[in-house]
């Protein structure tokens, strides 16, 4: 084995960088994460790659198992839990206006470092110019030598002839004006005279169609369902708009008791639209139609009497009964 010569420099034992400047496709880690003394090397592989991925790529564990290789399901989540836990990543699930919920995820190049950028005053833009232009700019020849220089005796100005006074012309003479009587008003009759304006009322909003009739127990079931569960409390609103789903119920046989405990089943300690719930239990469990009922067998046949016989028998029409039939056909 070679010899390492003593006065060699220490950091020609150890890594040696041969870096470029990049100007695209590149990403700025910091130390914080390289280094990380409690991160795994998977974890901190996956904080790289989400940093550098743009904003809106979707970072679900499945979306990032198909970017790594090597990885499976269970290690991205283990890592994404190492990553929250340490501040550099933050997964939170966000309610849109129609009541579903969709995934968010914030990725944190330091944890605990204020995102927002620094505004830039115009005095600190121009500082810096000012400073680089009294740098750039040669200085003064009196800043060079104290010393007073000579001047040489400048020519006195001659002075210029004077001009001949200005006359001033007189005013023309102008012909005496007589201002016009102000117009005499003319009497209004009180028909005429002007109201003061009154501002119009405003419009109140058109009272609600009445519900038909046969909604009217449905809706006396959902206003009911506050009493037993005070988190379903609806609106009048609501109440009219998924009374026809319980009509629905009623009219295919379900019972009001059993609509009412299906609607109050297993309730979300943290709703917040009891009236969203309400319209997918409605729609999804809705129970099917009521079989028919049996079909009533057709009536018998008449009593006929045997003409040969006279023994009584059922048939359409008179005639012979089937032990006549069956000797006359012998």
């Known amino acids: 084995m070679a ?33 990380h003394p409690d991160l795994t090397v998977p974890a901190v592989g996956l904080a790289v790659i989400i940093q550098s991925l743009p904003a809106g790529t979707p970072v679900g564990i499945k979306a990032l198992a198909a970017r790594t290789k090597g990885l499976s399901e269970v290690r991205i989540a283990a890592a994404l839990r190492e990553l929250e836990a340490a501040g550099f990543l933050s997964r939170t699930r966000e309610r849109l206006a129609d009541g579903r919920f969709i995934p968010r995820t914030i990725s944190y190049n330091r944890p605990g470092a204020e995102p927002r950028a620094v505004r830039e005053t115009p005095e600190t833009r121009q500082a810096p110019e000012a400073a680089r232009e009294a740098q750039e700019k040669p200085p003064a020849p009196e800043a060079l030598d104290p010393r007073p220089v000579p001047r040489a005796a400048t020519p006195s100005p001659t002075p210029a002839p004077a001009a001949p006074p200005m006359t001033t012309p007189a005013p023309p003479i102008l012909a005496p004006t007589t201002t016009p009587p102000p117009p005499t008003p003319r009497p209004t009759s009180p028909a005429h005279t002007a109201a003061p304006l009154a501002l119009a009322p405003t419009p109140s909003p058109p009272a609600p169609s009445p519900l038909p009739e046969r909604h009217l127990p449905a809706a006396a079931l959902l206003a009911a369902l506050r009493v037993r569960e005070p988190r379903l409390l609806l609106s009048e609103r609501d109440v009219r708009r998924l009374a026809p789903g319980v009509t629905e119920w009623l009219e295919r046989g379900a019972h009001p008791e059993a609509v009412s405990r299906t609607l109050r089943a297993a309730i979300p300690h943290d709703l917040a639209h009891p009236a969203g719930l309400l319209a997918h239990r409605l729609a999804a469990l809705m129970p099917p139609p009521l079989p028919a009922g049996p079909v009533a067998p057709p009536p018998p046949d008449p009593f006929q009497n045997c003409d040969d016989c006279d023994r009584a028998f059922r048939a359409p029409e008179p005639g012979l009964c089937g032990g006549c039939r069956a000797s006359a056909a012998a």
Do not use: C, E, K, W
């Open 3 to 35: 010899s390492v010569h003593p006065n060699a420099r220490p950091h020609d034992r150890g890594l040696i960088h041969r870096n470029v400047r990049l100007t695209s496709r590149y990403v700025v880690i910091s130390n914080d994460l390289a280094q």
